[in-house]
């Protein structure tokens, strides 16, 4: 029995995110019916995480056991073909049997993108928060920074997750800004339900002055979600990388 | 009567080119339904280029005759809540009442986006040309340049279009990378019907050798269509300036 890697990149605009779901249409659900169009075999595949609905993925990670013996490379090529145009596989690899494409994982970053204007651009719609209101970014990268540690991340985590252990390592974070998109990139061992949408919301809401600044190491500490601020929508959010 | 001057930039993948045609959505009847909306009537508006099927544009141009007394700060916020995700109101001035879109532009820049790759990029979906082949931009940028200069464009014309001068004046013609995007960019004081579509369909067949290096100034005087290459898909086309 085979264990493969794949690495793939998803607009996720349509899907109502990764995990297989009834009655709505799924990235997982797309790209095990482009896999079961080329290896003749309906395989479960196990991403590295659940994803919200019309979040995308520049790189996102899962792995599939098969007794298929086509090499990882026809794989990649005969797959591309079978998927729509919004999902593409860039690579597969063969991993140890007992790899896992979530519980190896040891670092993903995420990327949040902010159109900061008054007018949308085309070509951002459904991929960037469009906010109109003056952002600072160093003000914001500076507060971004409070993030940084191994903390119970309780504040950061809306209901409807069954996840027990709510301690994250966030290795890093930043605001920075090219012409009139602004980002935010966050890396951690982890992340737990909305947690990245709500950091940003965290720093939008400090910005307007709803929050106050310099509170987020005692909005962490709090573990208390009122504290925290928004839920960014989704379709300003990339996973960006993922290590194993 | 106010002539007032809009700019625009819209995704055009879901439109019919620019011009308004019987059963076909286009981006001049979208834009002319929302101005409808906002000044309780139809107005005529003039663009400042027909654009295919497909094409985007960064920047677009149009003008407006008009009554109406709305300032031009309120008309932009006020169209663009009447317009489509993937059409903006960037900018509106008034102008002299004698000014015309299309025959007083001075100059024009497309830009045609190439994605030098074997595997889709999800998010370049329908706004890149996927082109899987080796591309070495250092010697398309030198082949470009032979682009440069004052002459009958008629080898770079299809047929369909009515103009009948068909000298154009090419002011720059060059080709860079970016990672995996080779851009074509090219400003003249305007074009012919497909022109910068065939200008990249030229590069790409000299680049795969089906057309020899340094002809591109015979093609230009041969007048003749059959000797220049291919009309590169749409998709990969934006207007991306214009000046009066």
């Given at each position: 029995m085979r264990n493969l890697l794949f690495t793939i990149s998803f607009c996720g605009t349509a899907y109502h995110g990764w995990q297989v779901q009834n009655n709505a249409v799924t990235v997982q659900q797309t790209v095990q019916d482009a896999i079961e169009k080329i290896i003749r075999k309906r395989e479960n595949i196990v991403g590295c995480s659940r994803t919200d609905a019309g979040v995308h993925a520049n790189m996102y990670c899962f792995n599939m056991k098969t007794?298929?013996?086509?090499?990882c490379e026809k794989l990649v090529t005969a797959i591309n073909a079978m998927?729509?145009?919004?999902?593409?596989?860039l690579d597969c690899v063969e991993k140890e049997e007992s790899f896992h494409a979530r519980y190896d994982c040891k670092r993903k970053e995420y990327k949040y993108l902010i159109?900061?204007?008054?007018?949308?651009n085309p070509f951002l719609t459904d991929r960037a928060l469009l906010y109109p209101y003056p952002l600072d970014e160093s003000f914001l990268d500076e507060q971004a920074k409070q993030f940084i540690g191994r903390y119970d991340y309780s504040a950061f985590c809306n209901s409807g997750s069954s996840v027990e252990d709510t301690v994250r390592n966030v290795f890093s974070a930043d605001v920075g800004r090219e012409g009139d998109t602004v980002t935010f990139t966050v890396s951690a061992d982890g992340f737990l339900y909305n947690m990245v949408r709500i950091m940003v919301g965290t720093l939008l809401d400090i910005s307007s002055g709803k929050i106050p600044e310099n509170t987020i190491k005692d909005i962490i500490l709090s573990k208390n979600r009122d504290m925290a601020g928004c839920t960014a929508p989704a379709c300003g959010l990339y996973l960006n990388k993922v290590e194993y």
């Amino acid at each position: 029995m085979r264990n493969l890697l794949f690495t793939i990149s998803f607009c996720g605009t349509a899907y109502h995110g990764w995990q297989v779901q009834n009655n709505a249409v799924t990235v997982q659900q797309t790209v095990q019916d482009a896999i079961e169009k080329i290896i003749r075999k309906r395989e479960n595949i196990v991403g590295c995480s659940r994803t919200d609905a019309g979040v995308h993925a520049n790189m996102y990670c899962f792995n599939m056991k098969t007794e298929s013996l086509i090499p990882c490379e026809k794989l990649v090529t005969a797959i591309n073909a079978m998927l729509p145009d919004d999902i593409s596989v860039l690579d597969c690899v063969e991993k140890e049997e007992s790899f896992h494409a979530r519980y190896d994982c040891k670092r993903k970053e995420y990327k949040y993108l902010i159109l900061n204007s008054k007018i949308n651009n085309p070509f951002l719609t459904d991929r960037a928060l469009l906010y109109p209101y003056p952002l600072d970014e160093s003000f914001l990268d500076e507060q971004a920074k409070q993030f940084i540690g191994r903390y119970d991340y309780s504040a950061f985590c809306n209901s409807g997750s069954s996840v027990e252990d709510t301690v994250r390592n966030v290795f890093s974070a930043d605001v920075g800004r090219e012409g009139d998109t602004v980002t935010f990139t966050v890396s951690a061992d982890g992340f737990l339900y909305n947690m990245v949408r709500i950091m940003v919301g965290t720093l939008l809401d400090i910005s307007s002055g709803k929050i106050p600044e310099n509170t987020i190491k005692d909005i962490i500490l709090s573990k208390n979600r009122d504290m925290a601020g928004c839920t960014a929508p989704a379709c300003g959010l990339y996973l960006n990388k993922v290590e194993y």
